[in-house]
């Protein structure tokens, strides 16, 4: 038999006439047909190896199967055989009559070798398959069917029945567009010998969390049902489906009439979107040429323009091979050249576009030698195409006052001279300035984002040492130089008066100031009993060093990610253990620090004259500011929880709390919310939000499944994060908890070679990912210092238009 004779009845037939093809012949076989009639067939095969009755879970499935053929639109209906009798697949006439066959077999060695040389050549012929949770199990011996299911359950897998949470991440599969992302039902649920997964397109996974998975658990990425074009024709698989209850749920028959329309050929769909080969990972800049950044300078941010080309940005960092300026009596001390370059997709070169005087190049030793000011973020204006406004985030050295160890932060508009492709540094006109202490490190931020309405967010750090606090609450009220505390963060991100450790949002306008849209946290006319102040320029306070935001303008909903302290354990007496943070916001709000972090779970005071001593527990419905170093308001808006916080023991500890609802910080008695997370040495790099452009031509855009999920990464890649998670948009405000996360790590590649050190990363006009590495050292940059593209190259749905069938007429 050949797959040319199979074609000739499966692509051929049904889907090119209405005349009703012949009935098979065999008497082993039953046909239920929807009204009308139909010229689309599924074949079900339910042969076993096993003696004995008919398992009752394999009656319920074909019952099913058949009650799916003669429902919906009549377009999509299809007649319905099954068969026990594995003949049929010697019999290429026969077979190729049938647009999709299912496995809903209790598995063994059901075929012999003609019969799957007979399935082979109906799948080379285009055919379709779908397997049936213990078809997993069937031909045992056979290579070509584990690729045709995808994975092989594990021996020692639970047997019983159990309750879990499905979440399901494609939301346009057929199969899975139409159900609960986080679906409850009762199940058999098997373990895989091998995780599927980045060789398969996975639609949806149980939870292990919800359930009890056994000794041969796959972790938190457990996949349970998925797809793949494979040897020509169409797979799909679930794993679910294992008692005769299943398929008596209408979410469970939705799931496998999905499943049915799309290897008949009755709809098309994406089975490509996950798998990895369909993804390239493209470095797009050399290394530097010797004692120059005429590539990239040390990376800190990009933006991409509506021309395709990406702007990027040096901090300030030299090449290792220039000197620093490290003593403060030089007039020179700390003195870098922030960069902008740009990459052009028509010459795919590289040009330097300017460069600004930054107060920035320093690194290396003590909390008051290195420093993380410089050039800090780059925008664009909504109108860039028609006026070449650049908006830059900075650290200018020429406003260092050397004796206060004092520098002045701004938010600048220059001008692109299109013609020339350079930045006129004359054109400046100074946005925003407010202070920054830079006798100690650290915390600049940098991060801006525009929303639709054309208001600009800026983030900014907390400009707080790291140290003096044990890697705990960053409030240590006693260190200062020359009166400016450099360890409180209550005189910065817990302060209403002022600027640092915030999200700012302002509305720029076109003579180079800007006005205050409504909706801020505070309108900077606010007092208390203390008289204290407010800014009326901060839509976001109590963050700590927000590296990358990013808002989506669909929905002008703000996402943020910001690093956490160094403790690397939880602490009883002092708080929670350093938890990196994202935050999906949706309106003007207070997220914690330095009083309160992850879920809100409180830090504790400290005392004065000794900050050794702890006083009591922050609380977090009702936060206080009593820092000497406090210009703003006493009394604080309550704070908001945030969405994702992870630490080196796990992603979102969480413990119990007493009755005044602190945490026991005890680690023995954490439990972990999001399982799939984990740091160590972390630093989280928010991300974009993928919008998916069907209008665009481009053969590099990311496919329509990854729309509307949200990256979240790590500068590190070890067992740090580099997700798309969904959140649900009734809690996400609230700090609710992602429903549903999935490993980019295959796709952005990680490793010394690849994408390690993750610093910004967005999508460009193309639909393509551009990422940012930083390099291998710290505070310059180096030979792995690199721009990087990740392109899609998976094509498009399947089957092809042409090859659709038509359904029950």
Same mark, same amino acid.
């Given at each position: 038999?050949?797959?040319?004779?199979?074609?000739?009845?499966?692509?051929?037939?049904?889907?090119?006439?209405?005349?009703?093809?012949?009935?098979?012949?065999?008497?082993?076989?039953?046909?239920?047909?929807?009204?009308?009639?139909?010229?689309?067939?599924?074949?079900?095969?339910?042969?076993?190896?096993?003696?004995?009755?008919?398992?009752?879970?394999?009656?319920?499935?074909?019952?099913?199967?058949? #009650?799916?053929?003669? =429902? $919906? *639109?009549?377009?999509?209906?299809?007649? @319905? &055989?099954?068969? %026990? /009798?594995?003949?049929?697949?010697?019999?290429?006439?026969?077979?190729?009559?049938?647009?999709?066959?299912?496995?809903?077999?209790?598995?063994?060695?059901?075929?012999?070798?003609?019969?799957?040389?007979?399935?082979?050549?109906?799948?080379?012929?285009?055919?379709?398959?779908?397997?049936?949770?213990?078809?997993?199990?069937?031909?045992?011996?056979?290579?070509?069917?584990?690729?045709?299911?995808?994975? #092989?359950?594990?021996? =020692? $897998? *639970?047997?019983?029945?159990?309750?879990? @949470? &499905?979440?399901? %991440? /494609?939301?346009?599969?057929?199969?899975?567009?139409?159900?609960?992302?986080?679906?409850?039902?009762?199940?058999?649920?098997?373990?895989?010998?091998?995780?599927?997964?980045?060789?398969?397109?996975?639609?949806?996974?149980?939870?292990?969390?919800?359930?009890?998975?056994?000794?041969?658990?796959?972790?938190?990425?457990?996949?349970?049902?998925?797809?793949?074009?494979?040897?020509?024709?169409?797979?799909?698989?679930?794993?679910?489906? $294992?008692?005769?209850?299943?398929?008596?749920?209408?979410?469970?028959?939705?799931?496998?009439?999905?499943?049915?329309?799309?290897?008949?050929?009755?709809?098309?769909?994406?089975?490509?979107?996950?798998?990895?080969?369909?993804?390239?990972?493209?470095?797009?800049?050399?290394?530097?040429?010797?004692?120059?950044?005429?590539?990239?300078?040390?990376?800190?941010?990009?933006?991409?323009?509506?021309?395709?080309?990406?702007?990027?940005?040096?901090?300030?960092?030299?090449?290792?091979?220039?000197?620093?300026?490290?003593?403060?009596?030089?007039?020179?001390?700390?003195?870098?050249?922030?960069?902008?370059?740009?990459?052009?997709?028509?010459?795919?070169?590289?040009?330097?576009?300017?460069?600004?005087?930054?107060?920035?190049?320093?690194?290396?030793?003590?909390?008051?030698?290195?420093?993380?000011?410089?050039?800090?973020?780059?925008?664009?204006?909504?109108?860039?195409?028609?006026?070449?406004?650049?908006?830059?985030?900075?650290?200018?050295?020429?406003?260092?006052?050397?004796?206060?160890?004092?520098?002045?932060?701004?938010?600048?508009?220059?001008?692109?001279?299109?013609?020339?492709?350079?930045?006129?540094?004359?054109?400046?006109?100074?946005?925003?300035?407010?202070?920054?202490?830079?006798?100690?490190?650290?915390?600049?931020?940098?991060?801006?984002?525009?929303?639709?309405?054309?208001?600009?967010?800026?983030?900014?750090?907390?400009?707080?040492?790291?140290?003096?606090?044990?890697?705990?609450?960053?409030?240590?009220?006693?260190?200062?130089?020359?009166?400016?505390?450099?360890?409180?963060?209550?005189?910065?991100?817990?302060?209403?008066?002022?600027?640092?450790?915030?999200?700012?949002?302002?509305?720029?306008?076109?003579?180079?100031?800007?006005?205050?849209?409504?909706?801020?946290?505070?309108?900077?006319?606010?007092?208390?009993?203390?008289?204290?102040?407010?800014?009326?320029?901060?839509?976001?306070?109590?963050?700590?060093?927000?590296?990358?935001?990013?808002?989506?303008?669909?929905?002008?909903?703000?996402?943020?990610?910001?690093?956490?302290?160094?403790?690397?354990?939880?602490?009883?007496?002092?708080?929670?253990?350093?938890?990196?943070?994202?935050?999906?916001?949706?309106?003007?709000?207070?997220?914690?620090?330095?009083?309160?972090?992850?879920?809100?779970?409180?830090?504790?005071?400290?005392?004065?004259?000794?900050?050794?001593?702890?006083?009591?527990?922050?609380?977090?419905?009702?936060?206080?500011?009593?820092?000497?170093?406090?210009?703003?308001?006493?009394?604080?808006?309550?704070?908001?929880?945030?969405?994702?916080?992870?630490?080196?023991?796990?992603?979102?500890?969480?413990?119990?709390?007493?009755?005044?609802?602190?945490?026991?910080?005890?680690?023995?008695?954490?439990?972990?919310?999001?399982?799939?997370?984990?740091?160590?040495?972390?630093?989280?790099?928010?991300?974009?939000?993928?919008?998916?452009?069907?209008?665009?031509?481009?053969?590099?855009?990311?496919?329509?499944?990854?729309?509307?999920?949200?990256?979240?990464?790590?500068?590190?890649?070890?067992?740090?994060?580099?997700?798309?998670?969904?959140?649900?948009?009734?809690?996400?405000?609230?700090?609710?908890?992602?429903?549903?996360?999935?490993?980019?790590?295959?796709?952005?590649?990680?490793?010394?070679?690849?994408?390690?050190?993750?610093?910004?990363?967005?999508?460009?006009?193309?639909?393509?990912?551009?990422?940012?590495?930083?390099?291998?050292?710290?505070?310059?940059?180096?030979?792995?210092?690199?721009?990087?593209?990740?392109?899609?190259?998976?094509?498009?749905?399947?089957?092809?238009?042409?090859?659709?069938?038509?359904?029950?007429?």
């Amino acid at each position: 038999m050949t797959a040319g004779v199979v074609a000739a009845g499966l692509l051929s037939g049904p889907a090119a006439s209405a005349r009703p093809a012949p009935l098979p012949s065999s008497t082993t076989m039953s046909i239920k047909s929807p009204p009308g009639g139909a010229n689309v067939r599924v074949l079900i095969f339910y042969g076993s190896a096993a003696a004995g009755e008919e398992s009752p879970v394999v009656n319920a499935g074909i019952e099913a199967i058949e #009650r799916i053929g003669v =429902s $919906g *639109p009549a377009e999509q209906r299809f007649d @319905v &055989v099954a068969t %026990g /009798d594995a003949s049929v697949f010697t019999d290429a006439t026969r077979l190729g009559r049938f647009n999709a066959i299912v496995f809903l077999t209790g598995g063994g060695d059901v075929l012999d070798p003609e019969q799957e040389a007979g399935l082979e050549a109906y799948m080379e012929a285009g055919g379709g398959f779908v397997g049936v949770h213990d078809a997993a199990r069937a031909e045992p011996y056979s290579d070509w069917f584990t690729g045709l299911i995808g994975a #092989r359950p594990a021996a =020692s $897998g *639970p047997t019983n029945t159990q309750r879990a @949470v &499905v979440e399901v %991440g /494609d939301r346009r599969h057929p199969a899975t567009k139409d159900l609960p992302v986080q679906w409850k039902r009762s199940d058999v649920w098997p373990n895989w010998v091998k995780n599927p997964s980045g060789d398969v397109h996975t639609v949806a996974r149980v939870r292990e969390s919800t359930y009890q998975p056994g000794a041969s658990a796959n972790g938190a990425d457990h996949p349970v049902s998925w797809c793949r074009d494979y040897d020509g024709g169409r797979s799909f698989y679930t794993g679910m489906g $294992g008692t005769v209850s299943s398929y008596d749920e209408t979410d469970f028959r939705a799931h496998l009439r999905g499943a049915l329309l799309w290897t008949s050929r009755l709809v098309r769909a994406d089975c490509k979107a996950t798998i990895t080969g369909n993804y390239a990972a493209e470095r797009l800049t050399e290394p530097n040429q010797p004692g120059r950044n005429d590539q990239i300078g040390e990376p800190h941010g990009l933006v991409t323009a509506p021309d395709g080309r990406v702007l990027y940005i040096g901090r300030g960092g030299a090449d290792s091979s220039q000197p620093v300026v490290t003593d403060w009596n030089d007039p020179d001390v700390g003195k870098g050249k922030g960069q902008i370059h740009i990459w052009d997709p028509r010459t795919r070169k590289v040009t330097l576009a300017g460069e600004l005087s930054v107060f920035g190049n320093k690194g290396g030793g003590d909390e008051l030698v290195k420093v993380e000011e410089g050039l800090l973020g780059i925008e664009l204006d909504p109108r860039f195409e028609q006026n070449g406004w650049v908006y830059l985030h900075y650290t200018p050295h020429a406003g260092l006052d050397r004796d206060r160890r004092i520098a002045e932060r701004r938010v600048s508009r220059f001008t692109l001279d299109r013609a020339t492709g350079k930045l006129d540094l004359g054109s400046e006109k100074v946005l925003l300035k407010w202070p920054v202490q830079v006798h100690s490190c650290c915390h600049a931020g940098g991060g801006m984002a525009w929303d639709s309405k054309g208001n600009l967010y800026i983030a900014t750090g907390d400009n707080n040492s790291s140290g003096f606090s044990d890697g705990y609450s960053g409030n240590n009220p006693a260190p200062n130089y020359k009166g400016v505390s450099f360890a409180d963060a209550r005189r910065t991100a817990g302060n209403t008066n002022n600027l640092n450790g915030k999200i700012l949002r302002v509305h720029p306008e076109p003579d180079g100031t800007y006005t205050l849209p409504e909706g801020n946290l505070f309108t900077g006319r606010e007092t208390d009993e203390g008289g204290g102040k407010t800014r009326g320029e901060i839509y976001v306070m109590g963050v700590r060093n927000p590296a990358r935001i990013f808002v989506d303008r669909t929905t002008d909903v703000l996402y943020a990610g910001w690093v956490g302290p160094d403790a690397g354990a939880p602490s009883t007496t002092w708080g929670p253990a350093k938890y990196d943070t994202f935050a999906v916001i949706t309106r003007a709000s207070n997220r914690g620090w330095p009083y309160c972090m992850g879920n809100k779970q409180p830090y504790r005071d400290r005392n004065l004259p000794d900050p050794t001593k702890p006083l009591g527990w922050y609380d977090c419905d009702r936060p206080k500011n009593e820092s000497p170093n406090n210009d703003g308001l006493m009394n604080l808006p309550p704070v908001t929880g945030n969405n994702i916080w992870y630490s080196p023991q796990g992603g979102a500890p969480d413990y119990p709390r007493d009755a005044a609802g602190v945490p026991s910080y005890k680690q023995e008695e954490a439990s972990y919310l999001l399982p799939w997370l984990k740091g160590g040495g972390q630093a989280a790099m928010n991300g974009p939000v993928y919008r998916y452009d069907q209008a665009s031509t481009s053969a590099a855009k990311w496919p329509a499944y990854w729309d509307g999920k949200w990256f979240v990464g790590d500068f590190y890649d070890a067992d740090q994060p580099r997700n798309a998670v969904i959140t649900d948009p009734k809690t996400q405000g609230d700090g609710g908890l992602p429903v549903h996360s999935e490993s980019l790590k295959k796709i952005v590649p990680i490793g010394n070679d690849g994408i390690k050190n993750l610093m910004d990363w967005k999508f460009g006009p193309d639909g393509a990912l551009y990422v940012l590495d930083y390099g291998r050292g710290f505070f310059n940059s180096d030979a792995k210092s690199a721009l990087w593209r990740v392109t899609y190259r998976g094509g498009e749905p399947t089957p092809a238009a042409g090859q659709l069938a038509r359904g029950g007429q």
